[in-house]
């Protein structure tokens, strides 16, 4: 891998492209006032609801809510990663970026790794070449047949079959000219210690190519046929082929998942190609390890939803629990397909058929809250006391973790009429998880809702609209932000936008000028960058006025005490129901007095 490049030299690139050329290359785009308008590549839709501003240089999805710069719009729609993406604008802005930076032809590591593609790409037509048109392969073309792959399939997977010969592969290479020790590195060939020859990896096995998420092969998978071990031979790692970052099937289903906004994780092979045989087709999966953070960042660079379909086994249940909690971390939308016990998707389908895989799995999936709730209570007798308020100390633990107040109000009733416990107490017992997990959680969390509170201006409560529109400001000019710091000293309610005011700030303190653009590369997630684009594209009047400043910070004052007072007559309340009237009594002065501090704002 190459350095980092430095900020100058993508500011260069970013400034060098017109993002009205660079998304016209993928999408037809029309002028319409001072935007262009398009059918959205992230979406499905009829009607154009996806704009670019030549002028800010942003895209945003008013559909979607999809937004970013030329960068992020290459990273989103290519499935590259933030340097790719540079270097992609830099090759069309003919910029030629440092060889250090880059991994360029001239670089011996990367001319290499050239190599290793094409022999990939060479070897994954051999292998399916022998497959479906030789007599060698003819056993285990049949083998697929019955196990219910069809000719489409095979083709769509780019199956193979690797013959029964210690150097068939090794053969071909070496008449083409192949160096055996990059073979060796690529993981292609094998070298016998003793005798000083090279041997194929793969014999007589069913092969899956795997591809990079850009479309390259770089690695195999050999399954066995019939019985025997190991079931799976895979390509060891090598510097094309880093298993903890790649997903299985992901660049094939790049287009299928960022239209449904979904993708179908799954845990091997088998289960992808079934999945696909079913119709469903955004399914991808890890390579017999558990699901990365690496993993889980280049789902969110095309899906906001994941549904979680492992075996049903206790090991499949124990993976689906570590998989969705870093999945959680990155503000997904999770829910967990449950199989009958015991099976696996491919055992399932082959079972039941693939239609009702789709219809009683895939689209029967539980909320990830129900599936930790069975989870956290499996072989627990809740008759037990202390296992019951184990239990009970868990779930909130959980809860916790939801990013949205709304769902963590929902289960907490759900939990308190349950077990019979009081609403206040276990939200008082919660008070002490959930601080602990957004102090933690509170600048990095994602949500999930900002569709919905930003859409419906008009019927915007005070404080939300005084955070969207100072935002907007805050954004267009490096002054207001400046006020803004020095004069309200709260976090923004939202946590994105408190999340984007800290990048926001930091911006700024570099020395740059307001540049929407510029600034969305500053901000670590999709998420962040929809967020911007959105509020970018509200109506806000062209300046802010002292007045009208003065205004939305009293707006959020208010509410931070509307806050505190809500909390003291929680306190109030229970001390009155206590008995204790000396402190219900100077509980009643703080809200008073808290209420008299609070302006009157039109
Ligand atoms: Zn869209």
């Not at 935007?35 to 030549?54: D, Q």
């Not at 880093?242 to 287009?255: E, I, R, T």
């Not at 959680?441 to 994602?446: D, F, G, L, P, R």
């Not at 006020?483 to 984007?500: A, H, M, P, T, W």
């Amino acid at each position: 891998m190459g350095n980092r490049i430095p900020d100058e030299l993508i500011e260069q690139v970013r400034e060098s492209v017109d993002i009205v050329d660079v998304v016209s290359e993928y999408v037809p785009l029309k002028k319409q006032g001072r935007n262009y308008f398009g059918l959205c590549p992230f979406h499905g839709e009829s009607t154009p609801s996806f704009s670019v501003s030549p002028e800010k240089q942003i895209f945003h999805c008013f559909g979607c809510g999809a937004g970013g710069n030329s960068i992020s719009f290459i990273m989103q729609l290519e499935g590259l990663n933030f340097q790719e993406s540079v270097q992609q604008l830099a090759q069309k802005a003919n910029i030629t970026l440092p060889t250090d930076a880059i991994d360029t032809v001239k670089n011996p590591q990367s001319t290499e790794q050239a190599i290793m593609h094409e022999a990939h790409e060479f070897v994954k037509k051999y292998y399916h070449h022998l497959l479906v048109n030789t007599a060698e392969g003819k056993e285990a073309l049949d083998y697929l047949i019955n196990r219910g792959i069809s000719k489409e399939e095979i083709k769509h997977f780019e199956l193979g079959v690797a013959l029964d010969s210690w150097d068939a592969v090794t053969k071909v290479l070496e008449k083409r000219g192949y160096s055996m020790s990059i073979m060796e590195k690529a993981g292609l060939v094998v070298r016998n210690e003793r005798d000083g020859n090279y041997y194929d990896r793969f014999r007589n096995r069913l092969i899956f190519p795997i591809h990079n998420h850009q479309g390259k092969i770089v690695a195999f998978s050999g399954r066995i046929m019939g019985e025997g071990s190991p079931k799976y031979l895979n390509s060891p790692e090598s510097s094309i082929f880093h298993k903890g970052k790649l997903l299985y099937h992901f660049y094939q289903a790049k287009n299928v998942m960022r239209k449904q906004n979904r993708a179908v994780l799954m845990e091997g092979f088998a289960d992808v190609i079934s999945a696909y045989k079913a119709g469903v087709n955004d399914a991808v999966a890890t390579m017999g390890t558990s699901l990365t953070e690496d993993q889980a960042k280049v789902l969110k660079t095309t899906v906001d939803q994941i549904i979680i379909c492992y075996d049903s086994d206790q090991a499949g249940i124990n993976a689906t629990e570590k998989a969705a909690n870093i999945l959680q971390k990155e503000g997904f939308t999770i829910k967990v397909a449950q199989m009958p016990d015991g099976l696996d998707p491919d055992e399932y389908i082959r079972q039941f058929g693939p239609e009702k895989f789709n219809s009683s799995i895939i689209e029967a999936s539980v909320s990830l809250m129900s599936f930790k709730m069975q989870y956290h209570r499996k072989g627990k007798n809740l008759l037990d006391e202390t296992v019951k308020f184990q239990y009970i100390k868990e779930m909130l633990q959980e809860i916790a973790k939801l990013s949205q107040l709304i769902e963590q109000d929902y289960y907490l009733n759900q939990l308190s009429k349950e077990f019979s416990i009081s609403i206040e107490v276990l939200k008082k017992e919660f008070g002490q998880y959930s601080n602990q997990a957004n102090r933690i959680t509170n600048v990095t969390e994602v949500k999930t809702d900002i569709k919905r509170d930003i859409s419906s201006k008009t019927l915007l409560p005070a404080h939300v609209r005084a955070e969207q529109t100072l935002l907007a400001h805050m954004l267009n000019s490096r002054d207001v932000t400046e006020k803004v710091r020095q004069q309200y000293q709260g976090l923004f309610y939202n946590n994105d936008y408190s999340e984007i005011i800290i990048h926001l700030y930091a911006y700024y303190e570099e020395g740059n000028e307001s540049n929407i653009s510029k600034f969305m590369n500053y901000l670590p997630s999709k998420r962040l960058l929809e967020v911007v684009s959105k509020i970018v594209n509200l109506q806000i009047a062209p300046e802010l006025t002292e007045r009208e400043l003065k205004d939305y910070l009293d707006a959020l004052n208010n509410y931070d005490k509307q806050q505190r007072i809500r909390e003291k007559e929680i306190d109030l309340k229970k001390a009155e129901r206590e008995g204790d009237f000396v402190k219900a009594a100077t509980i009643l002065q703080q809200i008073t007095q808290l209420r008299s501090s609070m302006k009157y704002v039109k």
